[in-house]
């Protein structure tokens, strides 16, 4: 079966091909089947993967899986949450992951408080239409490093410290951060719900 992810993220595309592996889809990224990315005007991370889903899945005439994901810290009330791709624009600099890190770890220079979760929110439709999406969220509570550590992963990885591991997702081998991971998580559950309702 053939899925296109409404997603031009390459990490994501690895990630997600690989747990999903176990059931023989093929994931197809909708930038390499023409498609531009949809609209992502919602402010919760379920609102925004339903969207993306749907518009791949208009645009493509296939089925569609999107991931919304983002960084949730306590200290600043949740925030950046649906708003973590572009986080760090809002302090002058260039998106993308390094300049995301750099600015979050100059936010929360004086800041103690370090909690943090990662959320990642999949959805799968059959159709743009579908009215019984599959939904599922995974999430992993850590804290925010004071300095990058590590150098496999993506996002914010090199800071999010995993007390349970002792390391950052960076740090961990990539099996063991796809295991236990936010994207994970939502992955384990997306294919046991693609398992018990679309195969």
């Known amino acids: 079966m053939k899925l296109?992810?409404?997603?031009?993220?390459?990490?994501?595309?690895?990630?997600?091909q690989s747990m999903l592996a176990p059931l023989g889809v093929e994931l197809v990224r909708q930038a390499d089947l023409g498609v531009g990315e949809a609209e992502e005007p919602f402010h919760t991370f379920v609102e925004n993967a339903l969207a993306k889903a749907r518009f791949a899945a208009q645009h493509t005439g296939l089925p569609a899986l999107a991931d919304d994901a983002g960084l949730c810290v306590d200290a600043f009330g949740g925030l950046p949450g649906v708003q973590t791709a572009h986080y760090a624009t809002q302090f002058g600099y260039e998106k993308g992951d390094d300049t995301n890190v750099?600015?979050?770890?100059?936010?929360?220079?004086?800041?103690?408080?370090?909690?943090?979760?990662?959320v990642s929110t999949l959805v799968a439709v059959r159709s743009p239409l579908d009215p019984e999406p599959?939904?599922?969220?995974?999430?992993?509570?850590g804290e925010?490093?004071?300095?990058?550590?590590?150098?496999?992963?993506f996002g914010f990885d090199p800071i999010m410290f995993i007390p349970e591991f002792g390391a950052t997702f960076a740090e961990l081998p990539v099996d063991v951060k796809n295991a236990h991971s936010h994207r994970g998580r939502s992955a384990q559950q997306m294919l046991a719900l693609m398992r018990e309702r679309w195969f």
């Open 144 to 153: 925010i490093a004071r300095e990058r550590r590590g150098a496999n992963g």
């Open 134 to 141: 599959l939904i599922a969220v995974g999430r992993v509570v």
């Open 4 to 16: 296109v992810l409404a997603s031009n993220n390459r990490g994501k595309l690895a990630e997600l």
């Open 102 to 118: 750099q600015a979050l770890l100059e936010q929360m220079a004086g800041i103690d408080n370090r909690r943090a979760a990662m």
